[in-house]
């Protein structure tokens, strides 16, 4: 099976922690939808696959006109071999929400809402550069649920500067008050060349220390897992039976595509990506051709350190035989010295032929993988 990921760069504003490609550029929304589409249309005669999952992110890609997210899903369905049961996840900023959006995103497909909330004070809300209002958040959700969307993530951010355990909960409960089947909660990382990298070097801000870091991480456990909320990765909590699909990909090392400017995509041991230069993307399309940066065949060595890394996102972790399955070696035995010092250090246990992070693995994930792949 094959997820799809398409790349919306246009925002009303960047968020001034965001690291991704992305414009304020709107007058370019035409010329780059063609292109996604032509890039679509080209990829479909190229993978005829099963897709099981789409995901539209970016950006903002409930920022432009929604009849592009319907010609890009017709699309999909016509060169493609779309199962019936396909989950469709499309991002939403609460303030570029309406009804009439909704109903397109419906009848398109879409059945899975991100809508990103971050905090639940507005005065961290301006410190991020979001555009939307706490307000704005609780009616988008309403009106997602009123147009019928039944699995709809939230984002929220914590470790954000002078955020205080108090707030953090406050953001946490405002959450749950809506019942989303799926919360991102994602610790705050200043990227460098952002201008939150550049206010932080400028002493304007000052980044919340570790300890706090951690103490907010566990709440969110804490509580989350008290309302029936499962922790099935690092940074992601979800009702029984609405994990991510499309995610769960890139941590069980499935193919997918990205599609849009800086897109990447791999398929088994090939790794590559789109241009992150937004014109050029557009060029490259005009032109006809896909011109991909630096692909990459992932080695012997690099696939079993990949492996790892991700599955140890995973509470689940590892089947020992798919790990043999996929590398001719046991595990246990290859690697009996670095296992032995990892569960010894509390980082992890094998249990019914699994290797499964347990909290403080989840904790010092770093560490964990580091331990284990010493001797790769």
């Known amino acids: 099976m094959l997820g799809l990921y398409f790349h919306i760069p246009f925002c009303i504003k ?222 992601n909590f979800a009702i029984n039976g609405y994990e991510c699909v499309h995610n769960l990909k890139y941590w069980n090392i499935k193919d997918y595509i990205g599609l849009g400017v800086s897109a990447h995509s791999c398929i088994e041991r090939l790794r590559f990506a789109n241009t992150e230069d937004i014109d050029e993307y557009i060029d490259n399309m005009a032109k006809g051709g896909l011109r991909y940066e630096q692909p990459d065949f992932i080695g012997d060595t690099e696939r079993k350190i990949e492996y790892i890394m991700l599955k140890l996102r995973l509470k689940k972790g590892f089947m020992l035989y798919d790990y043999k399955r996929h590398f001719g070696e046991d595990f246990l035995l290859t690697h009996a010295r670095e296992l032995k010092k990892a569960c010894t250090e509390g980082l992890c246990v094998v249990k019914d032929d699994r290797v499964m992070p347990t909290k403080r693995g989840f904790d010092l994930q770093n560490r964990l993988v580091c331990t284990l792949i010493e001797n790769m």
């Open 14 to 235: 960047k968020c001034v922690y965001c690291d991704f490609v992305s414009t304020e550029r709107q007058s370019k929304a035409a010329s780059y939808m063609h292109a996604l589409q032509k890039e679509t249309e080209l990829i479909g005669g190229m993978y005829n696959k099963a897709v099981d999952s789409v995901f539209f992110g970016g950006g903002t890609p409930s920022l432009i006109d929604e009849d592009y997210i319907s010609r890009i899903m017709d699309t999909v369905r016509r060169l493609f071999q779309f199962t019936d049961d396909a989950e469709v996840t499309l991002e939403a900023n609460p303030c570029s929400l309406t009804t009439k959006k909704l109903q397109t995103y419906k009848k398109a497909g879409v059945n899975r809402l991100s809508i990103g909330l971050q905090a639940a004070q507005e005065e961290h809300l301006k410190a991020l550069g979001r555009q939307h209002t706490v307000a704005m958040f609780d009616e988008a959700f309403q009106m997602a649920r009123e147009a019928g969307f039944d699995n709809i993530n939230t984002d929220v951010i914590y470790a954000l500067p002078n955020q205080t355990l108090g707030e953090w909960e406050e953001t946490l409960f405002h959450v749950l008050h809506k019942k989303p089947e799926h919360i991102s909660a994602y610790a705050l990382k200043i990227e460098q060349g952002t201008p939150m990298a550049h206010m932080a070097a400028a002493g304007q801000i000052a980044p919340a220390d570790e300890d706090i870091d951690l103490r907010m991480y566990h709440m969110a456990q804490t509580i989350l897992d008290n309302k029936g909320y499962t922790n099935y990765e690092i940074s």
